[in-house]
């Protein structure tokens, strides 16, 4: 009977920590979405992962005869840190680097012209859609009359940022095509301008900023699928919470304003000077 009550008394013990330890994880989480805000308002810095080779989205450019991290994205992060009353610091990065460096904690948001896809929202939050661009091919104008339409393409190299959705794109829609991955835009155009690849898939407005500058590139009048999952959102931590929450009413208020739009064409203009 003593062995036995002794047991009895060993398991309730053990049930009653198990029980404690939930509740101090399920408090620790809470606890950790709310710090996230705190912590940033209290450090008066939101720190963002960028890459700035994505114009009119995020871009630099000289300003006042400095460069500067300019962009829709840029805006719109501004009007965040606004209501959030701190300042902005960026790091710039390759795009495939930008969520990794979320994932590490060494920033606060990402934000590059990322779309929630279902794998990503496995290890990230995401604000609401910002943006929901058209996906395009872009080749040289001397080929307008070759490349005209997916299976065109077939065998040939196609270009797209690595660690972007536009990889996703080209493996599922041009599967006959040879993916080329480089981790920067600008110089996917060059390999364009160059011939070491045939076509390169961008989103709309990325791929008309880059045409107006490159006179020799056109869109190709090639379809895409697009979808909702290919819009643009803000990546945060898992689990951010009050963050998540702030984020996203200072969003929906500027796409109920329009400033959005108002954004994405003032940075259009803004990138063409600077090509000039």
Do not use: W
């Not at 047991?7 to 979405?33: F, H, I, Q, R």
């Not at 705190?38 to 992962?49: D, F, R, Y």
């Not at 114009?55 to 719109?76: N, R, T």
């Amino acid at each position: 009977m003593k062995k036995f009550l002794s047991l009895l008394a060993t398991g309730l013990m053990v049930m009653t920590m198990a029980a404690c330890g939930n509740d101090a994880k399920a408090e620790s989480s809470k606890t950790t979405e709310q710090d996230s805000l705190t912590a940033i308002k209290e450090a008066g810095v939101l720190k963002v992962a960028t890459s700035a080779d994505f114009a009119p989205f995020e871009f630099h450019a000289l300003v006042d005869g400095k460069d500067k991290i300019v962009g829709a994205d840029v805006d719109l992060i501004a009007e965040l840190a606004k209501d959030l009353g701190v300042e902005v610091e960026y790091m710039d990065m390759e795009f495939n680097a930008v969520l990794t460096a979320l994932q590490q904690g060494k920033v606060d948001i990402a934000i590059s012209g990322i779309s929630a896809t279902l794998e990503r929202q496995e290890s990230f939050d995401f604000s609401v859609n910002y943006y929901n661009p058209p996906q395009v091919v872009v080749i040289n104008k001397k080929n307008a009359d070759v490349y005209t339409d997916l299976a065109s393409l077939k065998g040939k190299n196609v270009g797209a940022q690595k660690g972007s959705i536009q990889e996703d794109i080209v493996t599922a829609q041009l599967p006959d095509s040879t993916k080329v991955s480089v981790p920067k835009v600008p110089n996917l155009i060059v390999e364009l301008n160059q011939g070491s690849i045939e076509a390169l898939v961008l989103e709309k407005t990325i791929a008309e900023s880059y045409i107006y500058q490159n006179p020799d590139l056109m869109l190709a009048e090639i379809e895409l699928t697009s979808s909702e999952d290919e819009a643009y959102a803000i990546a945060l931590p898992k689990d951010s919470g009050d963050l998540k929450t702030e984020i996203d009413k200072s969003i929906q208020k500027l796409i109920d304003n329009g400033q959005i739009e108002e954004f994405v064409d003032k940075n259009i203009q803004l990138a063409n000077q600077q090509a000039e």
